[in-house]
């Protein structure tokens, strides 16, 4: 093949096959999403961010920022929490335990979001697992519904975005030299050290990208919330999804869209460029 | 050193084992209530049997909101794989600026949220004259489902050794005719997979697809969100237990593929 | 010079080491004695057991059985960082996420040394290995070369009781190789530091080693200075393994006093030693010690096959039967090339004559 400097995109041919792909999603999403951000911010007598302003200065919406926020921050917690250990699990596995561990995490996340809500519905009920288990193992007196608590959609949401915290990370830990520990130990370092200086510094794009990516799910999640906590809690999501097909209230809805795609774009941003500067020190 | 060994083995079993129970719990749990007598959501049901089955032929919307989504699955994927297949050869192949700009932007709907994405089409394709519905969740699952494909097909083609064709073409092949028999049967695997799974993501969409629906076009997990509003029973759970047997087969399909290991390459 | 090595109060002695991965032996029962200072090569082919017996020593493995001491310490329970035992990878294993200096200071920090003193030791480690001006570069942007100067100023900054290297060598150029050798001899002379370097090429053990350990198969086969392994080696296997040599095999017929008689192809020849009659054996010669048309005990006349230049000396090869192979090396250019095909008179001292049993 010819090994000249790279051409322009008029030049290389091969390019041209993008283009179908591109223009299609140019019309059909790119540019209704622009059109959504511009019309949020077109009054009656042109731009005006004023439906924004009513939005925020209405606490009641501050509590719906917040309690979005607040869960899908817990949930990032509880993921890490399960989920960083569980990757070192499934790198350490044995050839058995492994093909199990990757069934149990990829089969979840080839059923979808309504069946593992409705699955979770079931769990969480007074007479569910979860509450005979945790009666079972003495931590609760009796048993208890977790359903329609904030607790209670935290479990969930947490166990339907568990495997999107093990997996990039995983693929990190796998590419991690087992000699660099070997190393360390042969330069005088405790496991301790070791891990706090040379395997967790290393797998941190894997928890950058497992953190982005639970974050931005749980932020923008709506069907789990709507299975899980009912109408009294109110997250960006459901609130959205409710100004449109129940209240009828348009310009709700795009205005609570758009602070969601924004909130959205700026996690994929900020998780990018700051991929970018670790990524730019280690492996 | 072996005791350190030892130690961490035990743990690596713990949290395995606590892992996986925790992950296929929901999974379990429905597909045992589906198999109850009850109807009540108690475990261990009183009694096992098939009724919730027995009901499904008779779920009024079930079968035409199956049909809709089978549909939408298939042709949206099949879209999908055509255009996303040009695109990740364009993409690997290509030598031209603003490659890893475009493979961002056909990747972002995964990371967006679908229901804003929904709306936005919602209003965009009534703005721009479509007022179809099919056709409109058509449209939108192609969005769904592209991402699928150009990331597998982009990670599949960048590992192929493309010498490959170089010494097919010493040993006598054509261009195209060493594209047929070393480019296609090495990412032939790869390219199904994607499709596989794409499909299912089509399937189980309902952020997008709730926002293109009129009485007579449900897609499935609208039709199945319907029940649990109306009439909350092991019948929808009936109806899970059929998607986990699906996922469990496009599963057991893409380990003879491909293997689980590249399934889980994220 | 290397010291009587038999003492048991070595600094480092490794005694009845064994290992076993799942029912084959990799190591068995293998004594090793290494006197402070000194400089040992374990030489030998893959899988001979060189690698595994290094990790035994750092640490990185369980052996099955065998005691390890170190400076009159019993290191065999300890885990590798508590063993003061440092170690150069043959993949150099540098950190990707610090800088050459910061790598060189991580055994500094891990073992929490004063942090005052940590810069000027980095310093002086960095400029023992002329790599000053890559201080804060990361490791990943280096050569070969540069990168494992890094290894071993990192594994050396900490000052190990003894360090312990693994074909570190391997990856890198023979110019840059040469190099690397003659610099890490340097250093570890001046630094005082023992050491036990693994590889399998052979010149690079003979050039570097005050005593060299010849493996094969889990067991040392000779541990002996560099000049005894090659002018007297121990067995068959190590006269093959380090430098070439002509091999005739023969029957024994009889003995002189201490000196065999075997028939050969070429007739009767002798050599030291004391064989029973009718034993097959091997004899072997130097191709240096072969004499041509030259007096030497011998007169055997060769058939030439084969003439190869090699710069500074010439190779001949001759035909022989079998398994047989004569050749030998000569730096006497002054009469060119002779063709195949010459008769050449090729004479050497019995002395020189080396004696196995047939494989």
Known sequence: MTTKAAPSAWRDPVALLAAPAVIYLLVVYAFPLLWLFMKSLTGPGGLTIQPYVSFLSDPFNWRVIGNTLRVAAWVTVVCFLIGYPAAFALARAGAVLQIVMLISIILPLSVGAVVKAFAWQIVLRRDGIVSQTLVGLGLWDEPQRLLFTETGLVLGAANIFLPFMILPIYSVVKLIDPRLSEAGATLGATPLYRFSHVTLPLTLPGIVSGVAFVFSMSVSMFVIPSLLIGDRFQTLSTLTGRSFLLMRNEQLGSTTAVILLVLAVSIVVGSTWLARRIGGSST | MTALERVSQYVVWFIAGFTVIFLMTPLVVTVAVSFGSSTVFTLPPPDWSLRWYERLAGMRGLLPALVVSLQIAAVSTAVAMVLGTLCAIALVRGRFPGRETISTFLVSPLMLPGLVIGIAMLQGFKAMGLRDVYASLLVAHVVITLPYVVRTVVGALSLFDFSLIDAARTLGCSYSAALTRVLVPSLAPAFLTSGMFAFLASMDNYPISMFFTDAWTKTLPIQMLQYVEERPDPTIAAISAGLVLLAIVALVIGDRLVGLRKLADF | ?359
Request: hydrophobic residues 45%; aromatic residues 6%; charged residues 20%.
């Open chain 3, 1 to 359: 010079m290397p010291p009587d090595s038999s003492t048991s109060d070595s600094f480092l002695d490794v005694a009845g080491a064994e290992k076993a991965f799942g029912g084959v032996t990799v190591l068995g029962g293998v004594d090793l004695q290494v006197a402070a200072g000194e400089f040992i090569s374990l030489l030998g082919p893959s899988g001979c057991g060189k690698t595994t017996l290094l990790r035994i020593v750092a640490g990185l493995l369980a052996a099955d059985r065998g005691a390890i001491r170190l400076d009159g310490e019993d290191i065999g329970a300890r885990p590798p960082h508590r063993r003061d035992v440092g170690v150069v990878f043959q993949n150099y294993a540098l950190f990707p996420h610090l800088t050459v200096a910061e790598n060189i200071a991580f055994g500094l920090k891990a073992r929490k040394h004063p942090a005052a003193e940590i810069a000027p030791t980095v310093q002086r480690f960095l400029e023992l290995v002329h790599l000053t001006d890559f201080a804060d570069r990361s490791v990943r942007a280096l050569s070969g070369g540069q990168q494992q100067r890094v290894a071993v100023a990192r594994a050396l900054a900490v000052q190990p009781k003894l360090l312990l290297l693994d074909e570190p060598f391997s990856a890198l150029d023979r110019k840059l190789r040469e190099n690397m050798q003659i610099e890490l001899r340097r250093l570890l002379r001046e630094l005082g530091i023992t050491a036990v370097f693994v590889t399998h090429d052979q010149d690079e053990a003979l050039t570097m080693s005050d005593r060299i350990a010849v493996m094969n198969k889990g067991a040392i086969e000779q541990l002996d200075v560099p000049s005894t392994i090659y002018r007297s080696p121990a067995t068959a296997f190590v006269l093959e393994f380090v430098g070439l040599s002509s091999r005739l095999s023969g029957t024994v017929v009889g003995q002189d006093h201490d000196q065999v008689v075997v028939d050969t192809a070429f007739g009767p020849l002798r050599a030291p030693g004391s064989f029973v009659a009718g034993a097959s054996v091997v004899l072997a010669v130097r191709p240096e010690r072969i004499k041509v048309n030259a007096p030497g005990d011998y007169a055997l006349v060769g058939r030439l096959r084969d003439a190869v230049f090699q710069g500074s000396k010439i190779q001949l090869h001759f035909e022989t039967q079998g398994s047989d192979q004569l050749m030998v090396e000569t730096a006497d250019l002054s009469d060119g090339l002779p063709p195949p095909g010459t008769e050449m008179r090729l004479g050497w001292a019995v002395a020189d004559t080396l004696i196995y049993p047939a494989p």
